[in-house]
């Protein structure tokens, strides 16, 4: 089986930059097979790249190819010691083990067959990892409303996106921009095809289909919305995010 090489650019949390992740995910779609991921050209990394390449790693071994993030064409330094500091590159076969810094840990959460999350584990890593570790001042309430209502854009992942491969986050603090980020990535349906999916039901196909995204999401983020079952009354967690 033959072998595509993506080279992975600087990637920072833009339109730009998120266009150009999908154009990664098209190629990988495309081509299939084995894939080697070059670090030539990256300079930098956010945490929503780094969490997206984890997945869509684990997301070409699913479908039995081979991943190989090729360590050696990463010339920069900062990009290895927060790709090192965060886990991710322990993860993916660089010998090194995460250590405590700006990083929030990279997690990968599949679920017991694919339904069931380590909620305790979740709530642990957004409680302590995240929100927890003194960069934002906040009370002890408020640290645990906030890491419930993130709590549900994990369960959200696998109970409605239908991901096979599961739920992939980190994120690092930003001292100098004043800015903590957490990234949590799934490789499933997507918000607005299960909006227009579940509208299907109450609304005109026409209508429906001319539902674009960003209205898809809008609709989403409305107080009491929710696409459960019989569920209107649970649709908080996103808004109050």
């Given at each position: 089986m033959t072998e595509k090489v993506i080279e992975i650019p600087t990637l920072?949390?833009?339109?730009?930059?998120?266009?150009?992740?999908?154009?990664?995910?098209?190629?990988?779609?495309?081509?299939?097979?084995?894939?080697?991921?070059?670090?030539?050209?990256?300079?930098?990394?956010?945490?929503?790249?780094?969490?997206?390449?984890?997945?869509?790693?684990?997301?070409?071994?699913?479908?039995r190819g081979s991943v190989l993030f090729d360590w050696h064409t990463l010339?920069?330094?900062?990009?290895?010691?927060?790709?090192?500091?965060?886990?991710?590159?322990?993860?993916?076969?660089?010998?090194?083990?995460?250590?405590?810094?700006?990083?929030?840990?990279?997690?990968?959460?599949?679920?017991?067959?694919?339904?069931?999350?380590?909620?305790?584990?979740?709530?642990?890593?957004?409680?302590?990892?995240?929100?927890?570790?003194?960069?934002?001042?906040?009370?002890?309430?408020?640290?645990?409303?906030i890491a419930g209502r993130m709590w549900e854009i994990y369960s959200n992942a696998i109970e409605h996106s239908g991901t096979k491969i599961g739920v992939f986050s980190c994120g690092q603090h930003y001292g100098r921009q004043n800015d903590l980020i957490l990234s949590v990535v799934d490789f499933g349906r997507g918000i607005p095809a299960n909006v227009r999916s579940f509208l299907r039901q109450y609304v005109e196909e026409s209508l429906v289909s001319r539902l674009s995204g960003a209205a898809c999401l809008k609709w989403a983020f409305g107080r009491?919305?929710?696409?459960?079952?019989?569920?209107v009354a649970r649709g908080l967690g996103l808004d109050l995010l």
């Open positions: 920072n949390d833009g339109p730009h930059d998120f266009a150009r992740l999908f154009g990664i995910w098209k190629a990988v779609n495309q081509n299939g097979g084995n894939v080697r991921f070059d670090f030539s050209r990256c300079n930098f990394l956010r945490p929503n790249a780094v969490a997206f390449l984890g997945g869509l790693a684990r997301l070409i071994e699913s479908r010339r920069n330094h900062a990009v290895m010691v927060n790709l090192c500091q965060s886990g991710f590159a322990g993860t993916f076969a660089y010998p090194s083990s995460g250590w405590d810094g700006n990083s929030i840990p990279y997690r990968e959460d599949k679920g017991l067959d694919n339904k069931v999350l380590d909620m305790n584990g979740i709530m642990d890593y957004l409680t302590y990892g995240w929100i927890g570790r003194g960069w934002v001042h906040v009370s002890d309430r408020l640290r645990d409303a009491g919305n929710s696409t459960c079952a019989g569920g």
